[in-house]
């Protein structure tokens, strides 16, 4: 497994289009979060974290893009399908090193919170349990990035369906969307929005329903991507 | 041992392969022939496990490639035609990588049995098509498989080259179980001691070769018409 990190961690940061990907996604968070500061002239970084996941939208399926489409578009799915690793190591492997990414590209956030620990007075839990919200939004969109990078040799398309799938996910828990459906049938499509999950993390709370909803979500996505590759047609 | 029975792959409404059969024993050298398209390479990839039968049983060295496929894995070498392999890793990195999945420490050795000491440092994508050939049966030959399944291993190489890939199968040929395919009809002539010949999923010649200068081409050429 370990080997197999390795070499997915080098397709990330062997060539340029890992830095630029990650060092983008820096700097635009940050800047998106810094201009805005001393306007609300709030300590909070519950703005920060709100703002997070529509850049992990980008972010995120960017990088899974290539993971399994580059790998059957050069045919090396038949290198690695031919060596003695199960699917299932295959598929952790790549979510793995794709969290290992996401950890790297958070912790370039921490100036953040840093230095609003240093000017004012923040409450350090709520941005840990933000930090770990975070964390597990960005493994549940890479679970679902990776799935779509499974079903086609084409990385735009599996870009696009990333993309696209995890913008409809997110405005189901928005105010905007719900707004529009019937009250009866409001709820449940809220339940299913990562956004939804998320903001209870945000908010400084661990609900274990919103943990079982990242673990189901992600081991649903790993679950169909292992089931792709074992198909062998 | 290699043991196909009656063997058939259907991919969408395409017949790939009609029920095959074969045995294959330790220390042959099968010579796999058969024109473009007659499911050489789809019955390599079933003897792998990257493929699933549509019908039929496949054991290799008493297992199942699909139900025990990792530990099928660790007695095949493979060499998959066209070559693939990651172009952005340098060759130590890949073979490196490889070794690791295969647990094979002493790949360094292989590496210049097989000529690649100069290029180790280099990126796969700079090397030109032989060397990136010889890498790729370089990582066939990592893990000491008792079988190497090798897809067109001298194609697209020149002369010289083919002649020292050929020099290196019958070499392996003595210790292990292969088999190659080929358009090359003189090459399964020089390597092989064994010939099956496929066209349009099925066999249509499992045999000793020829004995006979010329007499791998007569045979195919006569085969095939029929």
Same mark, same amino acid.
């Given at each position: 497994m370990k080997n197999l990190i390795k070499k997915e961690l080098g397709h990330y940061f062997n060539t340029p289009l890992g830095y630029i990907i990650t060092i983008l996604f820096a700097i635009f968070v940050n800047f998106f979060f810094v201009k805005d500061i001393f306007v609300v002239?709030?300590?909070?970084l519950r703005p920060f974290f709100l703002l997070l996941p529509w850049f992990l939208l980008i972010f995120i399926p960017a990088l899974s893009m290539r993971s399994f489409a580059e790998e059957k578009r050069t045919n090396t799915i038949e290198v690695l399908l031919t060596l003695p690793y199960s699917e299932t190591k295959i598929v952790l492997a790549k979510f793995l090193s794709i969290f290992l990414v996401i950890i790297i590209a958070l912790s370039l956030t921490l100036s953040l919170p840093f230095s609003l620990f240093l000017l004012t007075k923040i409450y350090l839990p709520e941005v840990f349990v933000g930090y770990l919200g975070s964390t597990l939004l960005g493994l549940s969109f890479s679970s679902l990035s990776l799935f779509f990078s499974s079903q086609t040799k084409n990385q735009v398309l599996s870009f696009l369906f990333s993309t696209i799938t995890l913008f409809f996910l997110l405005i189901l828990g928005s105010d905007f969307l719900s707004s529009y459906l019937p009250r009866n049938i409001q709820e449940f499509f809220i339940s299913l929005s990562p956004f939804y999950h998320f903001q209870n993390f945000v908010k400084g709370i661990i609900d274990f329903r919103s943990l079982f909803y990242f673990f189901s979500f992600n081991f649903l996505f790993i679950f169909l991507t292992i089931l792709e590759l074992e198909k062998r047609d | 041992m290699i043991i196909l029975s009656s063997v058939s792959k259907i991919f969408g409404e395409k +017949?790939? @392969? =009609?029920k095959i059969s074969f045995k294959i024993k330790e220390g042959e050298i099968v010579g796999f022939l058969g024109p473009n398209g007659a499911g050489k390479t789809t019955t390599m990839r079933l003897i792998l496990g990257y493929l699933k039968p549509t019908d039929g049983k496949i054991s290799v060295g008493g297992l =199942?490639? %699909?139900?025990?496929r990792v530990e099928v894995l660790k007695k095949i070498g493979y060499l998959p035609e066209?070559?693939? @392999?990651?172009?952005?890793? +340098?060759v130590v990195e890949y073979l490196n990588f490889i070794a690791s999945a295969k647990n094979e420490k002493n790949w360094q050795k292989i590496a210049q049995t097989v000529g690649l000491s100069e290029v180790l440092? +280099? +990126? %796969?994508?700079? @090397?030109s098509y032989g060397f990136k050939k010889r890498v790729g049966l370089t990582t066939s030959l990592l893990?000491?498989?008792?079988f190497l399944i090798l =897809?067109?291993?001298?194609?697209? @190489?020149d002369p010289l080259e083919q002649e020292k890939i050929r020099d290196l199968i019958k070499k392996l040929g003595q210790k292990k179980t292969i088999i190659f395919s080929t358009h090359i009809l003189s090459e399964a002539e020089k390597v092989a001691n064994r010939l099956i010949i496929i066209n349009k999923g099925k066999i249509i010649y499992d045999g000793k070769k020829p004995k006979e200068k010329g007499g791998v081409e007569k045979l195919f050429k006569s085969k095939i018409k029929n």
């Open positions: 002239n709030s300590a909070s | +017949k790939a @392969l =009609d =199942d490639p %699909i139900e025990q066209n070559n693939p @392999l990651y172009g952005e890793m +340098k440092n +280099k +990126k %796969i994508e700079e @090397l893990g000491n498989p008792n =897809d067109e291993p001298t194609s697209g @190489l």
